[in-house]
């Protein structure tokens, strides 16, 4: 099991900043893959970015250049840095952890936490 604590949302201005955390209740090296996820009104929930185990990330086109995914292992948290942010990225945005143990995988999820991009 793999509790995830997520931090960092709030109100901020088109252009602006904000920086997600997540904290994991367990050794982040553990975890075949960390990601985050959000959900707008009325939209399915979709990939933003994730990171692998070895350092590897990937980005959902719409953020590309302007998000960051970072690890800080020894803290065992994931942050999202949201540059130029703008009011599409409006969303609760959903911590991930994916775990696979070979004959088995585990998703887990954080509680969520919310970013309103408006003037």
């Known amino acids: 099991q793999v509790q995830l604590v997520e931090s960092g949302g709030g109100l901020v201005q088109p252009g602006g900043s904000l920086r997600l955390s997540c904290a994991a209740s367990t050794s982040i090296f553990s975890i075949a893959r960390m990601g985050w996820y959000r959900q707008a009104p009325g939209k399915q929930r979709e990939l933003v970015a994730t990171?692998?185990?070895?350092?590897?990330?990937n980005y959902a086109d719409s953020v590309k250049g302007r998000f960051t995914i970072s690890r800080d292992s020894a803290n065992n948290t994931v942050y999202l840095q949201m540059n130029s942010l703008k009011p599409e990225d409006t969303a609760v945005y959903y911590c991930?952890?994916?775990?696979?143990?070979?004959?088995?995988?585990?998703?887990?999820w954080g509680q969520g936490t919310q970013v309103t991009v408006s003037s």
């Open positions: 991930n952890a994916f775990k696979d143990l070979g004959m088995a995988q585990y998703s887990y």
């Open positions: 990171i692998t185990r070895w350092g590897s990330t």
